[in-house]
């Protein structure tokens, strides 16, 4: 399978459901497009490659093969759960060093969501969770196709929690990130709440969790409304003096 098709795919997919229920209607054509799309392209697949050019995808002498002896869905699993809180801990550090925060605050420069912002980040954020997450997986021995297709379900959660939708999903709240939770990570106040990914239940667990039943009312950061104009200047903006 070629993860370069899903993105496509995905991507039409969502386009398509924020057209037909979007939690604000906005053109499609959006303030900042051009750039997203960048950063999409970027991010979901340039930057990815060459890291995978530079990091071996085998450690043979530090293979301890642990989960080869499991079957194909516990692996997925347990992986599943691995990478997720492990996201969850990088994501609330993100929030919490401020040298961490200079390259984070990019994702949250954006003025409005849907699923392209998924992908606008720093590319030192593909360096981090990609090394944190995948290469340990490739150590204990998970397989290929499992990291396979948890990069496609995890790309899927991303793109629906980042949605111009207002699902909360009821009761499956509680486990599952929405659009309409996520809605509150991106809002101006409070801050530093709902760092979970995939799961919801990380929050709510360790007391990150804010979701009140209505919409934030703004998003951004406030005093910087208007983000760096071009990519290149997005991903520079981190290094230069403040």
């Known amino acids: 399978m070629n993860y370069f098709y899903w993105l496509i795919g995905l991507g039409a997919f969502f386009t398509l459901l924020e057209r037909w229920t979007p939690r604000e209607r906005r053109s499609l054509l959006r303030n900042g497009v051009g750039v997203d799309l960048l950063h999409v392209l970027m991010n979901s697949f340039a930057f990815p ?12 002498s530090l293979h301890l093969g642990w989960a080869s002896g499991l079957s194909w869905t516990t692996q997925f699993l347990v992986m599943t759960l691995y990478c997720d809180v492990t996201q969850y801990g990088i994501h609330n550090l993100l929030h919490r060093v401020p040298w961490l925060w200079r390259f984070h605050k990019i994702h949250h420069q954006a003025p409005a969501l849907d ?18 997450l995948y290469v340990p997986a490739g150590i204990f021995g998970f397989a290929g196709d499992v990291m396979f297709w948890h990069g496609v379900v ?7 929690t980042h949605s111009n939708l207002r699902w909360n999903l009821g009761p499956f ?10 809605l509150w990570h991106h809002s101006r106040s ?6 979970g990914m995939v799961f919801s239940f990380w929050d709510w667990l360790f007391g990150t969790a804010y979701f009140p039943p209505r919409d934030p ?14 990519w290149f200047q997005q991903l520079t903006s981190p290094f230069k003096a403040t």
Do not use: C, D
């Open 173 to 182: 709240r509680y486990i599952f990130n929405t659009p309409a939770m996520h």
């Open 190 to 195: 409070p801050k530093n709440k709902n760092f």
């Open 154 to 160: 995890g790309t899927g959660m991303g793109h629906f």
């Open 49 to 60: 490659y060459l890291l995978s050019q530079i990091v071996p995808h085998q450690f043979p």
């Open 115 to 132: 699923w392209m912002v998924n992908w606008h980040f720093h590319y030192a954020e593909v360096l981090v969770y990609r090394t944190l």
């Open 217 to 230: 009312e703004a998003l951004g950061i406030a005093g910087e409304e208007t983000p760096p104009g071009t």
